[in-house]
């Protein structure tokens, strides 16, 4: 057990840019979930508002079947972002001091890379926000606060 000056200066550990530090920590430590729910919702066609972002026409549907692209452009669905795969495999997460930015390096160019890039897809919805912080994010600054405090 220890004693109270022990406990004061594991205390001071606790700093407020320790506790900075940690949580963008976990943020990249979390890396793979943050990326994960950010596909799930662009699966369904939204972005990081929760907003349908667009859905196909006819003429996707053809371009698509030409093609051969294996997931279903029907009409009037909304976009899942999926056609040759660069846009998905290229997804990260970038922490950098006490900023963190998911992105893709697959996000062409031209007109393509203004719609992918001035429509909100990278980050996540409050929902699925509020899921990896409960799920990962607070389970690892409990770990770092306890094991800091010795407790």
Excluded: C, H
């Excluded at 909304?78 to 963190?100: I, M, R």
């Amino acid at each position: 057990m220890a004693t109270l000056l022990e406990q004061i200066n594991n205390l001071k550990k606790l700093s407020p840019s320790e506790i900075e530090k940690q949580l963008f920590l976990a943020v990249k430590k979390a890396e793979s979930e943050f990326i994960k729910l950010n596909k799930g919702q662009l699966a369904q066609g939204k972005n990081a508002e929760d907003k349908i972002v667009g859905e196909y026409s006819p003429f996707t549907e053809v371009f698509a079947d030409r093609d051969g692209i294996a997931t279903s452009k029907t009409p009037g669905s909304p976009y899942n972002f999926q056609w040759s795969g660069d846009f998905y495999d290229g997804f990260s997460l970038s922490v950098t001091g006490t900023e963190a930015t998911i992105f893709s390096t697959g996000i062409g160019s031209g007109g393509k890379k203004e719609f992918l890039t001035t429509n909100n897809l990278f980050g996540l919805n409050n929902e699925n926000l509020a899921k990896v912080i409960k799920d990962e994010i607070i389970p690892f600054i409990n770990k770092f606060a306890r094991t800091t405090l010795n407790i």
